[in-house]
T-cell receptor, first 108, second 115 residues
Framework: ELKVEQNPLFLSMQEGKNYTIYCNYS?????LYWYRQDPGKSLESLFV?????AVKQEGRLMASLDTKARLSTLHITAAVHDLSATYFC????????FGQGTTLQVKP | DTAVSQTPKYLVTQMGNDKSIKCEQN?????MYWYKQDSKKFLKIMFS???????INETVPNRFSPKSPDKAHLNLHINSLELGDSAVYFC??????????????FGPGTRLTVL
């Protein structure tokens, strides 16, 4: 059974700093997704990573996938307050299995 | 236009009551889902329908019954509500034929509080 674990679960950082959220998964996953959730809001799709070595970037966020290590990372560059949210990774194997979520708090 | 919509947004009710949550998507997708997000933000799939046919039915109490009148709608009926049912319920949809490999688009969520 596919299990997905994220770390850290909570991240408080200063604006302008860089940081990485890690997402490990236990068995083969068809794809790896990253979603963002603002407090009290829905989930917004950020990235879909399809194959080993895939890298996608959108603004200050960059996601990568290493299928051999069963690891995906979400790198935040020069964080700004607007990036404060909870970030979920999810693997898929006939259904989406979500990680626990990483709550990011960016302080001015 | 809202892609995936849910009603109601908030639902407060007493233990033992029966309630329904409605979901509609206007994306023309074939597959729809119900997820439960608990107080720790953990998200877990409950059900999935593809073209009105149930394809995923997780270990969910049979007090929960999904119904899909057509491929654009997926409703969730809950009987005999319990305190532990309090959560946010998200509907989602995707284009694929049920393999969950396409991006899923989520509705705004329904916050259910059972007193």
């Amino acid at each position: 059974e596919l299990k997905v674990e994220q770390n850290p679960l909570f991240l408080s950082m200063q604006e302008g700093k860089n940081y990485t959220i890690y997402c490990n998964y236990s068995t083969t996953s068809d794809r790896l997704y990253w979603y963002r959730q603002d407090p009290g809001k829905s989930l917004e799709s950020l990235f879909v990573l399809l194959s080993n070595g895939a890298v996608k970037q959108e603004g200050r966020l960059m996601a990568s996938l290493d299928t051999k290590a069963r690891l995906s990372t979400l790198h935040i560059t020069a964080a700004v307050h607007d990036l404060s949210a909870t970030y979920f990774c999810a693997g898929s194997l006939s259904k989406l299995i979500f990680g626990q979520g990483t709550t990011l708090q960016v302080k001015p | 236009d809202t892609a995936v919509s849910q009603t109601p947004k908030y639902l407060v009710t007493q233990m033992g009551n029966d309630k329904s949550i409605k979901c509609e998507q206007n994306l023309g997708h074939d597959t729809m889902y119900w997820y439960k997000q608990d107080s720790k933000k953990f998200l877990k799939i409950m059900f999935s329908y593809n073209n009105k046919e149930l394809i995923i039915n997780e270990t969910v109490p049979n007090r929960f019954s999904p119904k899909s009148p057509d491929k654009a709608h997926l409703n969730l009926h809950i009987n005999s509500l319990e305190l532990g049912d309090s959560a946010v319920y998200f509907c989602a949809s995707s284009q694929d034929s049920g393999s969950s490999t396409d991006t899923q688009y989520f509705g705004p969520g329904t916050r259910l509080t059972v007193l």
